[in-house]
């Protein structure tokens, strides 16, 4: 059995990206089909991002009159970096008079994936797709297999790939032997959530002698916490104990308020960008496009922006049959994406202790945060990146 269906948008994944996109699209009267691998509810239960930049939160305000961003969500004024046994705030709204909100990404995709279904979005989840086919340039087609097993094919005037950092699509868009510009780093994340109240109302970047750790949240009881290891680390290996004692030698100045762990994992640090954004009738967009180190917690914003600029680009091309944005859309991406790439390589360097770190190391790095933390201009550049630059 197979079938076939036709659409002018075909969107892989439903992430915030693809889902957003399909909303962005929809109100530029433009249909779309969207396919993602995974359930409905394997979506709704991944944990991962939790800060979101003031020009996200605004969009999701503009596009979802039931968005919980206000609700759920909380805002923040303001984070702490520390070190040298001083917690020193940044406060963004006296600095740039923006904020970000701590609201999960989970629950950024409930909002969504009921915005789009209310809507009738056609939203089919379990589609393994196994590639693009641009035989005819201006009607790619993904190749898939539907949840049942059977041979799916969606024809479109336009195929976007936010199918993550395993993107399936990118083949169809990049060289292979080539695919883009890529680092690694000597750490990693291991990170725990915790029930728990929170230990500080707002969150602590904290570099100490021993290593980073990120004192995070997700909810009033549930809380999100994370400390430098080695990238190899077993997450199933430290006891409770052994996590709690090397969290808190981390933090000196804040008693951490412990209380069961419900999930351990480790982030592997990568910095990725594609070497192309577009072919043809095929982009990408999101972690499918560039992959940043979570530390500046620019990963979700970075791919709502990637999808600000795509949309506004396919409504130029599909209704208006002008084919400018969408020639411009990966050179003015990629402005953001770079800028963005050096804000979460910046803010991992000035705040982890590499494995191999002499005294001089140490001292520079120490001697960079005062520069950053004891100035207003070095304050005020903090804040503009981690609130986020205003989007097109
Ligand atoms: C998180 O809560 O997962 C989080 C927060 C801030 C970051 C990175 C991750 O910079």
């Not at 991002?49 to 923040?76: K, M």
């Not at 990404?105 to 989840?125: M, P, S, T, Y």
């Not at 009881?221 to 400390?227: N, S, T």
């Not at 991406?333 to 790439?341: E, P, T």
């Amino acid at each position: 059995m197979s079938s076939s269906v036709s659409t002018r948008v075909a969107i892989v994944g439903a992430g915030p990206a693809g889902l957003i996109l399909s909303q962005l699209l929809a109100d530029a009267g433009i249909d779309s089909v969207i396919v993602d691998s995974r359930s409905r509810e394997d979506i709704e239960a991944t944990i991962r991002a939790g800060i979101l930049e003031q020009g996200t939160v605004d969009l999701l305000r503009r596009i979802d009159p039931d968005t919980r961003v206000d609700t759920v969500g909380n805002r923040h004024d303001g984070i702490e970096l520390r070190f040298g046994d001083e917690g020193h705030r940044i406060d963004f709204p006296a600095l740039v008079g923006r904020s970000v909100w701590l609201y999960p990404q989970h629950e950024v995709l409930k909002d969504l994936l009921a915005l789009r279904l209310r809507a009738g979005q056609d939203l089919r989840f379990g589609v393994s797709v196994a590639g693009v086919d641009s035989s005819d340039p201006k009607h790619p087609v993904v190749v898939a297999t539907d949840a049942r097993g059977e041979s799916l094919s969606v024809t479109a005037d336009f195929v976007v790939g936010a199918d993550g950092s395993r993107s399936v699509v990118r083949a169809a868009v990049t060289d292979a032997r080539s695919t883009g510009h890529f680092r690694e780093y000597p750490y990693g994340w291991f990170g725990i959530l915790c029930e728990a109240p929170p230990s500080s109302p707002e969150l602590i970047y904290s570099n100490s002698e021993a290593g980073f750790a990120l004192i995070s949240q997700r909810s009033p009881e549930v809380q999100r916490m994370y400390f430098q290891c080695d990238p190899g680390a077993d997450p199933a290996a430290p006891s409770d104990a052994e996590i709690w004692d090397t969290l808190q030698a981390r933090v000196p100045g804040t008693t951490l308020i412990d209380g069961p762990i419900i999930q351990r994992d480790v982030l592997r640090f990568r910095s990725f960008v594609a070497r192309d954004l577009r072919r043809g009738r095929v982009a990408l967009v999101g972690d499918a496009a560039h992959t940043v180190p979570p530390t500046g917690a620019k990963g979700m914003n970075l791919a709502i922006a990637d999808v600000v600029l795509l949309s506004d680009a396919l409504r130029a091309l599909l209704v208006d049959q002008n084919e400018g944005p969408i020639d411009g859309y990966e050179e003015r991406a990629l402005d953001r994406i770079w800028k963005a790439q050096h804000f979460s390589w910046w803010m991992t360097n000035l705040l982890h202790v590499a494995p191999d770190a002499t005294e001089f190391d140490r001292r520079r790095q120490l001697g960079e945060l005062r520069t950053v933390a004891e100035s207003e201009a070095g304050r005020t550049l903090l804040a503009e990146a981690y609130t986020g630059w205003p989007l097109s």
